[in-house]
Structure formats: C-alpha cells, structure tokens
C-alpha cells in the first residue's frame, strides 16, 4: 500500500470555525489531491498539487484553500466551515507517467469532518 | 452534471459465478478510466486501469472491458468470491488530468 496517511480522522466543529485537514505521503509522488465523497456523488475534486507550492482548483473548489510548501505534505483548509461541507475527506497521490499511459492514484484512509 | 455514471446502485451474486459492474461516460474525450474497491470507512483501492488504445485489460479476476463508441466500460470478477464485496467506482479522466468518478456500485458476493 502507497504510504499514505491523513490527520485527523475525525473532526467535529462548528459552522463558522477554521479547519485544516493534513495528508502526509512518504512515496515521493509529484501529484496530490483533495476529493470528498458524498452519497449521490461518488468522489469529487476539490484541489490539486502537481508540485511544490503549484496547485489548481478541482470540480468543488468553493470554499476550501490549499498548500503544499513540502513534497511530503497537502494541506486542505476550510476558512469558515459550513453545514454543507460535512463529509468524507480523501487525499490521493499519483505519479502520472505520460508516455506509459500510468495515471493512476492512491488514497489515503479519509477524514470524517462533521459541521454542526 | 454526472460526467460518469454507473446507473446500478447494487448487485448481488452467487460466489464462484461473474460479477459485472458497469459504468457510461459522456465525455467523447475522455481516454482513460480507472476501477477502485472500497471497503466501509477505508480510502478508495486501485483496482485495475485501461487506456482508450486497448478495448480489454486483465489481471488476475478482474478484467475491464472498454467500448469507445457506445461510451461504456465494465469490470468483469471471475469468479466472485466473498471477500469481493464491496463497493465499486469507475473513474475517467482525459491524458490523466482531472478524473470523475461514478457514484458507485455496492457488490455484494452471497457464500
């Protein structure tokens, strides 16, 4: 298994509160990534990392901020959480290899965030 | 707008016989797709990938079948067996870029 982990694994806050997830890989993928799973929706993207401090928005950006000063470490913010962003959090890493047509991604074991 | 679909929540088979999951796109260019198993409160695990230049990849129990021109691919698990209970997404992507994910397909492999 790709060397994943995620803190915390569970949360709950307050609407209104600040929360940062943290996903910490020990595999040196260039790619990282923040999905959430919700019933009805399966997995969907919110941020992406394909390097050191270079990230992009995903399909559900709104809301959430990320960071990746270290290789090892992407972290997820949500500024001022709300009752919507209740969810499960997934990191997943990949180390795309184009000319293999090798994309695919690991996840780490989620975080359960509950906004009350 | 689901991008991905797998339009059968649930499914049910006897062990030893074929599972077959399903999963339909809409995106003409989308060129590669992946297959993940997960397990309840664990994070999503690879299962098998195909890219848009082959029609049918394997391993092991597990193939997936790719129909370009119907926009449509399958994972086929022969035979089933307990342990194969879970539940199951398809996910697609254009050149490895952002990838989207079906909802889901709870398998269930009866002993």
């Known amino acids: 298994d790709a060397g994943i982990t995620q803190s915390p694994r569970h949360k709950v806050t307050e609407t209104g509160t600040p929360v940062t997830l943290r996903c910490h890989q020990t595999?040196?993928?260039?790619?990282m990534y923040w999905y959430r799973q919700d019933p009805g929706h399966g997995l969907r993207l919110i941020h992406y990392s394909y390097g050191v401090k270079d990230t992009d928005k995903g399909e559900v950006s709104d809301g959430y901020s990320v960071s990746r000063s270290k290789t090892e470490d992407f972290l997820l913010t949500l500024e001022s959480a709300t009752s919507s962003q209740t969810s499960v959090y997934f990191c997943?890493?990949?180390?795309?290899?184009?000319?293999?047509?090798?994309?695919?991604?690991?996840f780490g074991p989620g975080t359960r965030l509950t906004v009350t | 707008d689901q991008q991905v679909k797998q339009n059968s929540p649930s499914l049910s088979v006897q062990e030893g016989r074929i599972s077959i999951l399903n999963c339909d796109y809409t995106n003409s260019m989308f060129d590669y797709f992946l297959w993940y198993k997960k397990y309840p409160a664990e994070g999503p695990t690879f299962l098998i990938s195909?890219?848009?230049?082959?029609d049918k990849n394997e391993d092991g129990r597990f193939t997936v079948f790719l129909n370009k021109s119907a926009k449509h691919l399958s994972l086929h698990i022969v035979p089933s067996q307990p342990g194969d209970s879970a539940v199951y997404f398809c996910?697609?992507?254009?050149?490895?870029?952002?990838?989207?994910f079906g909802t889901g397909t709870s398998l269930t492999v009866i002993p």
């Open positions: 996910a697609a992507s254009e050149a490895g870029n952002q990838f989207y």
């Open positions: 595999e040196n993928h260039r790619y």
């Open positions: 195909i890219s848009s230049i082959k």
């Open positions: 997943a890493i990949s180390n795309p290899i184009r000319d293999l047509r090798s994309y695919e991604q690991y």
